[in-house]
């Protein structure tokens, strides 16, 4: 019903700056909320950001908060994760993921989530 495409990610310096982008297929963009989240060699895939349908609330995980910032355009049915100052501990691929049509509870955790794209790689590296 949905797919999700990543893109953006590459290789950075440390503190510089990436934007990722997921597009989404379909016509429910606008009623699902999204989340990023990523998951670095030998760990789990742990939550970054999330978004509701109508642009807030957002929410961040203490890791990546004042430093990343989610949006989403509903007219492009892509949502965004802008991030700036970046560390060599954000290194992970990040995943877009979307929940189902109409979910209002938490979104902190991946079983909120029931479609996710294939991933972006973020390596920052000097």
């Known amino acids: 019903q949905v797919q999700l495409v990543e893109s953006g990610g590459g290789l950075v310096q440390p503190g510089g700056s990436l934007r990722l982008s997921c597009a989404a297929s379909?016509?429910?963009?606008?009623?699902?909320?999204m989340g990023w989240f990523r998951q670095a060699p030998g760990k789990e895939r742990e939550f970054v950001s999330t978004?509701?349908?109508?642009?807030?609330?957002?929410d961040y995980s203490d890791s990546v908060k004042g430093r990343f910032t989610i949006s989403r355009d509903n007219a492009k049915n892509t949502v965004y994760l802008q991030m700036n100052s970046l560390k060599p501990e954000d290194t992970a691929v990040y995943f877009c993921?979307?929940?189902?049509?109409?979910?209002?509870?938490?979104?902190?955790?991946?079983?909120?989530?029931?479609?996710w794209g294939r991933g972006t790689q973020v390596t920052v590296s000097s």
């Open positions: 993921a979307a929940t189902t049509s109409g979910y209002r509870g938490r979104r902190t955790y991946t079983g909120a989530y029931g479609y």
């Open positions: 379909g016509r429910t963009f606008s009623t699902r909320a």
């Open positions: 978004i509701d349908w109508s642009n807030s609330p957002t």
